[in-house]
């Protein structure tokens, strides 16, 4: 059966799915979001406590430290650059990887409590595919206070 011996609804269809594929496949010579090397440590804070730092590897780390897990997808474009993109923006407002510079910059505290408490971070988006990374109440006044304690900024 050729092409043109389909209805136009079907045929359109089958070209959008085909051209679809066919950039799907295109884009994946873009070569953004494929460099996954994870920096080595420079220095952490000061941790409260093994919990605190377990909650926070959990909930933030693969975006704001060089300890990064990169899942199976963010192999594949487009979503290799979300993950890269967020993954470098992480990194820039906070990494708990090198944390002298990240404190010597000034992170606010109160913004970071603000983030955690308010639920923008860890983003609903992050959430949905790391379920891991949904912090109870509990958990996230817990993570809030130690990320917010005067003596890390020091």
């Not at 595919?129 to 912090?135: C, D, G, N, Q, V």
Request: proline fraction near 7%.
């Amino acid at each position: 059966m050729a092409l043109t011996d389909y209805p136009t609804k079907t045929k359109t269809l089958l070209l959008s799915l085909l051209s679809s594929f066919v950039v799907l496949l295109l884009i994946q010579a873009i070569p953004y979001g494929r460099n996954h090397t994870n920096l080595p440590l420079v220095g952490e804070p000061s941790w409260d406590s093994a919990t605190t730092r377990a909650l926070a590897k959990r909930a933030c780390f693969d975006c704001h430290s060089h300890e990064t897990v990169w899942p199976w997808y963010s192999r594949i474009a487009p979503m290799s650059w979300l993950a890269q993109y967020d993954a470098d923006q992480g990194r820039r407002e906070l990494n708990f990887s090198d944390w002298q510079r990240g404190a010597q910059e000034g992170k606010r505290p109160g913004k970071i409590r603000k983030e955690i408490t308010g639920g923008g971070m860890p983003p609903v988006a992050y959430r949905l595919m790391h379920p891991e990374a949904r912090l109870t109440d509990a958990e996230k006044r817990r993570l809030a206070d130690a990320l917010s304690a005067p003596s890390l900024y020091r």
